[in-house]
């Protein structure tokens, strides 16, 4: 079974900051990973996916993520934080039945300072 | 194209009483989506449509629940005899195609609290 675990439910960075958000998976097979972000009483918007081309993925709104195999590791970054990267991101990956479900991790919420 | 919408965008009720949400994929899409997310929690996966089949449904879905999508178009999920238990965030997504790695585009999704 396919699973992805987030590691720390909240972060703070201040604007203009780095933003390193982590996650790792557990699959027995090649995964499809994403990074959603959610806004304030919104649906899941996609950042970002990973399906086995190239391993450094970028997204939308500057974001960008790393496919490392040896780490299972699939951390979602941006250089530089903007007050409007207040949000909640979630990694997902796809379970591996016909169906493409997609397995989320708990959430991370990013507070933005100024 | 104007993505998937969901209504109504949130809901009060008491406990015991019926509840249906509506959602409209975009079209064309053939697969639809439902999960379920609690506060502080990521989505969990309820039910999945091709169409019209409804292909699995989560151990989440409890015989009070039931969803439906006639004509292969909107899907229904109803909840009979809320529950406290049942007030979460109801997303639906849909997403294009029958194999391979497909987006699931997402709506706004369903606020239910049960009182």
């Known amino acids: 079974a396919q699973s992805v675990t987030q590691l720390g439910s909240h972060v703070s960075v201040s604007e203009g900051a780095l933003v390193l958000l982590r996650c790792n998976y557990s699959?027995?097979?090649?995964?499809?990973l994403f990074w959603y972000v959610q806004y304030p009483n919104q649906g899941l918007q996609l950042l970002l996916k990973?399906?086995?081309?190239?391993?450094l993925v970028k997204g939308i709104n500057g974001f960008e993520a790393e496919f490392k195999k040896s780490e299972t590791s699939f951390h979602l970054t941006k250089p530089s934080a903007h007050m409007s990267d207040a949000a909640e991101y979630f990694c997902?990956?796809?379970?591996?039945?016909?169906?493409?479900?997609?397995?989320f991790g708990a959430g991370t919420q990013v507070v933005v300072t100024p | 194209d104007t993505g998937v919408s969901q209504d109504p965008r949130h809901k009060i009720t008491k406990r015991g009483q019926n509840v249906t949400f509506r959602c409209d994929p975009i079209s064309e899409h053939n697969r639809l989506y439902w999960y379920r997310q609690t506060l502080g929690q990521g989505p969990e996966f309820l039910t999945y449509?091709?169409?019209?089949?409804?292909?699995?449904k989560s151990r989440l879905l409890s015989d009070r629940f039931s969803a439906e999508r006639p004509k292969g178009s909107f899907s229904t999920l109803e909840i009979q005899r809320t529950e406290q238990g049942d007030s979460a965030m109801y997303l639906c997504?849909?997403?294009?195609?029958?194999?391979?790695?497909?987006?699931?585009?997402f709506g706004p999704g369903t606020r239910l609290t049960v009182l």
């Open positions: 997902a990956v796809r379970t591996t039945d016909s169906w493409g479900k997609l397995q």
């Open positions: 997504a849909s997403s294009a195609g029958t194999g391979g790695y497909n987006e699931q585009f």
């Open positions: 699959s027995s097979v090649p995964p499809y």
């Open positions: 449509f091709q169409n019209e089949a409804q292909l699995e």
């Open positions: 990973y399906t086995s081309a190239a391993t």
